[in-house]
């Protein structure tokens, strides 16, 4: 096993890992509140935008969309998100792209869990907050949002560890993370597969449980009682 740590950069992989999901996560938590508040807006025309938008990259395969997000946003359009002049402009960029991708597919989860979080919602309040004076963005800002976000913990959470697995989907366009190792291992030592996989499954058992675990718990605590 020792030879596999020091042979395969299994530490660089999985601190890999873990920044992928961070950005990512961070990233899709944004474009999918902003989604979510597009499907609720008032405006015909920006409720279709965010019903296009869910309906167009949820049912996009990822692969798909990080394979475009490097040949289409970087080969194609010429669109780097990284110095040229850097030793480590393929990686750095490659990475980013990868983040671009995580992002814009997982938004679309992200944008459904907080539906169901605004279905927890009685439509009463924004009756209310509008009857008050309160404009759309302020009653989503003041009252619908926040409660949203509590009821919508435990939906966020296994968005949160989706998110985490399909970080290998980054090794299409040659991101090194964990599954890359598998990759690597596959071609360089077979004899090595068994144990890789073992220690690369386990280290995803150790990022992912504890996700599970601190949602689980968090959804019942912040949970609006009714």
Known sequence: MS????????????????????FSAIGSLIVGTIVATLRLSPVGILRFVGTSYVNIFRNTPLTLIILSCSFVLYIQLGIS????????????????????????????????????????????????????????????????????FRGAVVPLGNTLIALTKN??????????????????????DPGLLNMAFLVVGAFFVILTLPMGVATGWLGKRVAVKR
């Open 167 to 188: 970080t290998t989907v980054a090794v299409t366009i040659s991101v090194t993370e964990l599954s890359a190792v598998l990759k690597t291992v596959t071609e360089r």
């Open 81 to 148: 998100l990284a110095d040229s002049s850097d030793r480590a402009f393929a990686d750095i960029n490659g990475f980013r792209l990868a983040v671009v991708g995580l992002t814009v597919y997982h938004a679309t989860y992200v944008c459904e869990a907080l539906r169901s979080g605004f279905n927890t919602i009685p439509l009463g309040q924004a009756e209310a907050a509008r009857s008050i004076g309160l404009t759309f963005s302020q009653t989503m800002r003041e009252v619908i949002l926040p409660q949203a």
């Open 3 to 22: 030879s596999l740590f020091s042979d395969y950069q299994i530490w660089t992989a999985l601190w890999a890992t873990i920044r992928l999901t961070f």
